[in-house]
């Protein structure tokens, strides 16, 4: 697993990285060597901040806990990371042990139950800057909302975070 870590308003220490890695290694037997994994250590006032991005194609799974300790947030998030993973990889499959996520997808069969678009909607894609998708996703009460960005004309999506701020999605092309 290619491993990265990055500290924002810190500097992780040996240790911090050496237990990452050692923790990393139950993730691993998931998504096997080829699957990348982005550690973010970040100090807020009183609070530690740990954050695991997983990726392996086009499966990510995310992680993000707050601790006094940044090792403690580092556990938690690990653990998390295997809940998230099992929860998702059983409603696949049972098996979780015996099968990697390249078996599952090969061989997947899906209740369509499941997976039934139950709604459909169309929206008009106006070109807006970030400020006024933000402004219009207040306005209609919702928690995302989709735009076109007047700035570089990609299609965007602006939502709540549950810190209270905001997130941008923009699309990225190979």
């Known amino acids: 697993m290619n491993i990265t870590i990055v500290g924002r308003k810190c500097t992780p220490r040996e240790t911090f990285k050496e237990r990452a890695e050692e923790k990393l ?25 740990c954050e695991i991005t997983l990726a392996k194609k086009s499966m990510i799974f995310r992680a993000q806990e707050r601790s006094d300790d940044l090792e403690d947030a580092l556990d938690m998030c690990v653990d998390s990371l295997i809940r998230q993973i099992r929860k998702n990889k059983t409603r696949i499959e049972k098996k979780l042990r015996d099968v990697s996520f390249d078996d599952i997808l090969a061989n997947m069969d899906v209740d369509e139950e499941e997976l039934e678009v139950v709604r459909t909607k169309t929206v008009l894609l106006k070109p807006e800057t970030v400020d006024e998708a933000i402004l219009q996703m207040n306005l209609i009460g919702h928690l995302f909302y989709m735009f076109r960005n007047a700035e570089t004309d990609n299609v965007c999506v602006v939502y709540k975070r549950n810190d209270g701020g905001y997130g941008l999605i923009e699309p990225e092309f190979e």
């Open 25 to 49: 290694r139950k993730v691993e037997k998931f998504f096997g060597p080829d699957a990348t994994a982005k550690i973010t250590a970040t100090v807020e006032k009183n609070q530690k901040i």
